[in-house]
């Protein structure tokens, strides 16, 4: 099951920071960790 919590197409570094404002939490999935 995968669940996208924002939008997916935004480069790594906006969507690890608006996780990390909006919901508080640091992705860990492999998509994020390819930086």
Same mark, same amino acid.
Request: hydrophobic share 40%; glycine share 0%; proline share 0%.
């Given at each position: @099951? @995968?669940?996208?919590?924002i939008? $997916?197409?935004?480069? /790594? /570094? $906006?969507r690890? *920071?608006? !996780? *990390?404002?909006?919901? !508080?939490?640091? &992705?860990? &999935?492999?998509? &994020?960790? *390819? @930086?």
């Open positions: @099951v @995968v669940i996208s919590y939008e $997916t197409a935004a480069s /790594t /570094t $906006t690890r *920071k608006a !996780l *990390k404002e909006q919901y !508080l939490f640091n &992705c860990m &999935c492999i998509r &994020c960790m *390819k @930086v």
